[in-house]
Nanobody
Framework: QVQVVESGGGSVQAGGSLRLSCTAS????????MGWFRQAPGKEREGVSC????????YYADSVKGRFTISRDNAKNGLYLQMNSLKPEDTAMYYC????????????????????WGQGTQVTVSS
């Protein structure tokens, strides 16, 4: 079966950096766009970033543009999120998601677009 596993979360002070990693198994990794979502306490899950199957096209939520970078390594079935200049409002549980198709659709940030999910990794940013 499909397994999606995230790692790399933790606690950091504002202005710091973290790198999240995700591996997905049990599927043809390079058939799927991949994404990161996050959910803060009391808030809905929101899309953070999406990358096309080839890695050639990337998309970001306005709140993270210029600070976060998504990338993938198809040879390793790996997805990554480099997060720089972190802010307290970035505090959330971060989820790796496998999208249904190879491209990030216009509604990539909607959780309903994800086919498989990881269990999440916590990111806490203190001021």
């Amino acid at each position: 079966q499909v397994q999606v596993v995230e790692s790399g979360g933790g606690s950091v002070q504002a202005g710091g950096s973290l790198r999240l990693s995700c591996t997905a198994s049990g599927l043809s990794f390079d058939d799927h766009a991949m994404g990161w979502f996050r959910q803060a306490p009391g808030k809905e899950r929101e899309g953070v970033s999406c990358v096309r199957w080839s890695g050639g096209s990337t998309y970001y939520a306005d709140s993270v543009k210029g600070r976060f970078t998504i990338s993938r390594d198809n040879a390793k079935n790996g997805l990554y999120l480099q997060m720089n200049s972190l802010k307290p409002e970035d505090t959330a549980m971060y989820y790796c998601a496998v999208h249904q198709f190879g491209s990030c659709s216009s509604s990539w940030s909607a959780p309903a677009r994800a086919k498989y999910w990881g269990q999440g990794t916590q990111v806490t940013v203190s001021s």
